[in-house]
């Protein structure tokens, strides 16, 4: 929830957003939202599917706030082994572990003055969060093996792919250290709901590729832009990306055309286009988090509000439905 939202008018003629591509409505609103909340000094929760660019949202934040000047330091939860994460994270003295040979500033010294974004967020072992919770509450950090405090001036952006208070409801996410991330919150919008966004950001990757290949190449064949269309692109913009660098390495002549497209592409694209030939839009169709709400609302009427009968009736447990009642904004007066 924003705190004190700027205008939409204010928000429309902020400074423009570098490195963002796309003019669908969705992203829009994305846009909106990351000029409002980079005037902030809260931490900010980003959530969207893999590959969705939530990464260059967090550079967005952080270049137009007022902690530009200051460094932006990047952190994969996912990708470090538990063991060095905290070494990462808060750094580590001289002697501290086996291959410790000198004192190291960790990621929230390097980050002291900007913005500090923690990718995967809910991937982070419990008692890292644990860590990062008191850092954040205290604005201040021991390395490890160290004994000394040293106060930081971060602002925390992190992101995950998951839906955060199912994280919650399973264990993995701390649920205090859910609450300190999720201030702010953007959901950057997967690739598929962007509609004409494809086509731009395939074009833009195109001068991209071209460019980095030393190549002249004028553009798409019309049949490329409708198999990009009906594709559906699980793998976002990423996966867009990878595709069109691939198409630039073994494509010949100026103007690509379909056979350079990955056969599994077009498959899936053609089979999408037959679908929807005799079918109403997807859009005509409620979101699964729609019905799943609908479904919610239906167990705790039927169980007059009784929220443990309503878990029994929907076959969860009682702290995953509380989980969901939240996610939904649902209130019950039981």
Request: net charge negative; with cysteine; glycine share 10%.
């Amino acid at each position: 929830m924003i705190e004190t939202p700027l205008s939409a008018a204010a928000a429309e003629t902020g400074p423009p957003i570098t490195g963002l591509i796309g003019s669908a409505a969705a992203m829009e609103e994305v846009y909106q939202l990351t000029r409002q909340v980079a005037r902030s000094n809260a931490s900010v929760l980003l959530l969207g599917e893999t590959g969705t660019g939530k990464e260059l949202i967090a550079k967005a934040i952080h270049h137009l706030s007022p902690r530009a000047s200051g460094p932006f330091i990047r952190v994969n939860c996912g990708a470090l082994h538990e063991n060095l994460l905290e070494s990462e994270l808060f750094g580590h003295v001289r002697g501290a572990f086996t291959g410790a040979v000198a004192d190291k500033p960790g990621r929230f010294e390097l980050a002291d003055g900007g913005t500090l974004f923690l990718d995967e967020v809910t991937e982070m072992p419990l008692h890292c969060q644990t860590k990062l919770l008191r850092a954040l509450e205290e604005r201040k950090i021991r390395r490890v093996g160290g004994t000394r405090y040293v106060g930081v001036d971060v602002r925390l952006v992190a992101a995950t792919n998951r839906v955060p208070e199912q994280a919650v409801a399973e264990g993995a996410l701390r649920e205090d250290l859910f609450y300190r991330l999720d201030h702010l919150r953007i959901a950057v919008p997967p690739l598929r709901r962007r509609g004409s966004d494809v086509v731009e950001l395939a074009r833009h990757f195109l001068d991209q590729a071209g460019h980095s290949a030393k190549r002249h190449i004028e553009g798409f064949e019309e049949g490329v832009l409708s198999v990009f269309r009906a594709y559906d692109w699980p793998g976002n913009v990423r996966e867009l990306k990878n595709v069109v660098e691939r198409m630039v390495i073994l494509g010949e002549g100026p103007v690509l055309g379909t056979q350079t497209i990955p056969e599994e592409i077009r498959n899936a694209a053609e089979c999408n286009s037959e679908d929807a030939s005799g079918a109403a839009p997807r859009d005509a169709f409620p979101s699964l988090k729609e019905v799943e709400r609908r479904h919610i609302m239906d167990a705790l009427a039927h169980a007059e509000g009784n929220k443990t009968q309503a878990a029994r009736m929907l076959g969860i447990d009682r702290s995953t439905l509380y989980a969901r009642l939240r996610q939904y904004g649902i209130e019950t007066g039981h």
